[in-house]
């Protein structure tokens, strides 16, 4: 299996503030890599899709990179509606599997 | 407007049996795979099972294998999972999940979520 960890497990931020997650797979996965949202209470919704594509509606604060083993999430400048907690997940192979979050808090 | 509504969550007793299902509505439902997805309490995300769009290949995670099964109906725009053997550490929220794709070819993944429904197995 496709072991997914991810970095920090948790951060605080500030409105406006810089943010950068990392997500790292523990064997190549190309750019097979997507990233979720998750508030409290609230089913995940996606964000980015085979690294670095964009969903449709999401907002464009919103960034991806990354292929083989190494990924980033990016978000230019945080918004009040964007603490969160956030997943990576690989579709390079079954079992798919998640990153562990990275929760997004006030600092 | 897609949508994907939950069901069939509760309380079973270990080694008891449930079926989950998922209504969908507001796309073609026999185009696309659909996934079930769960989420222990207070932890994170961790994938059940896939079905392709046709129901013909089916895959699942090890933890789940021998006593999940996963289906679909098109005729009722509705996706089933059969729990069978239920542990104490089945417990969690269920969530279906459709994929942007038919198969699973790597270019997957989970564009649109249900609110999910309640699995609690305990005596």
């Known amino acids: 299996d496709i072991q997914m960890t991810q970095s920090p497990s948790s951060l605080s931020a500030s409105v406006g503030d810089r943010v950068t997650i990392t997500c790292r797979a523990s064997q190549s996965i190309r750019n097979y890599l997507n990233w979720y949202q998750q508030k409290p209470g609230k089913a995940p919704e996606a964000l980015i899709y085979t690294a670095s594509s964009l969903k449709s509606g999401v907002p464009s604060r919103f960034s991806g990179s990354g292929s083989g083993t190494d990924f980033t999430l990016t978000i230019s400048s945080l918004q009040p509606e964007d603490f969160a907690t956030y997943y990576c997940?690989?579709?390079?192979?079954?079992?798919?599997?998640f990153g562990p979050g990275t929760k997004v808090d006030f600092k | 407007q897609v949508h994907l509504v939950e069901s069939g969550g509760g309380v079973v007793q270990p080694g008891g049996s449930l079926r989950l299902s998922c209504a969908a509505s507001g796309f073609s439902f026999g185009s696309y795979g659909i996934h079930w997805v769960r989420q222990a309490p207070g932890k994170g995300l961790d994938w059940v099972s896939f079905?392709?769009?046709?129901?013909?290949?089916?895959y699942y995670a090890d933890s789940v294998k021998g006593r999940f099964t996963i289906s679909r109906d098109s005729s009722k725009n509705t996706l089933y999972l059969q729990m069978n053997s239920v542990r104490p550490e089945d417990t969690a929220v269920y969530y279906c999940a459709k994929d942007q794709n038919d198969i699973l070819t790597g270019y997957n993944y989970m564009d649109v979520w249900g609110k999910g429904t309640t699995v609690t197995v305990s005596s």
């Open positions: 997940q690989q579709t390079y192979s079954t079992p798919i599997t």
């Open positions: 079905i392709q769009y046709d129901g013909t290949n089916k």
